[in-house]
């Protein structure tokens, strides 16, 4: 398996949690699934994959108005989130990625910029044995701006005081890469490393 680099210009990591650095998306959508069903109705892979990076309850919005729903932003979110964290035992680190984490750990200030809810990330990185390595995680509680919007990675920057342009971000998805790129910084995509 070819190793992901860091860029030489880098001087802080961030880090995209689900689907980067834990390979916490089957059980995401999985939940999806689930709570789509219970709300009597079929919500795609494709549709999954396609809206990936954002907020539950941003999502949800999305959902209704493709699907002509009207489901209720956080009681939905809240479900799928129960139906998450009952499987969370089933995430696992994705190997490339935790590689770079355990290399530059006390080298280069790093963190993660996740779409996702602060609470659900330190249950995820404490999951996969990597709650003890980052001391900023910025999430959707975060921010008012979501991926693709560069809020989530301007702040992690910002808070590991680090110039945007400095830093790399490791993502899986289009949204968080778009994101990385309108903060000007190095996106690099994992997926061909998988």
């Known amino acids: 398996m070819k190793k992901i680099e860091v860029d030489k210009r880098a001087k802080g990591l961030i880090f995209d949690m689900d689907g980067t650095i834990a390979d916490s998306m089957p059980v995401h959508l999985l939940a999806w699934k689930l709570t789509a069903k219970e709300h009597g109705f079929e919500y795609t892979e494709e ?18 108005e493709k699907l002509g729903l009207s489901l209720n932003p956080g009681t939905f979110s809240k479900r799928k989130e129960e139906l998450f964290l009952e499987n969370l035992k089933e995430v696992k680190a994705i190997e490339p990625v935790a590689d770079i984490v355990r290399r530059y750990h006390g080298k280069l200030p790093m963190s993660i910029g996740t779409g996702g809810k602060k609470y659900i990330a330190e249950l995820t990185l404490k999951m996969i044995g990597f709650d003890r390595i980052f001391d900023t995680i910025v999430s959707a ?6 991926k693709p919007f560069p809020d989530t990675f301007l702040k992690c920057a910002e808070i590991m005081k680090v110039e945007p342009q400095f830093c790399q971000v490791f993502e899986d998805g289009e949204m968080g890469l778009l994101a990385a790129k309108r903060a000007g910084m190095i996106a690099t995509d994992i997926r061909p490393y998988l």
């Open 47 to 64: 549709l999954f994959y396609e809206l990936a990076g954002m907020p539950t309850f941003k999502i949800v919005s999305v959902v209704n």
């Open 141 to 146: 509680d975060d921010v008012v701006n979501h």
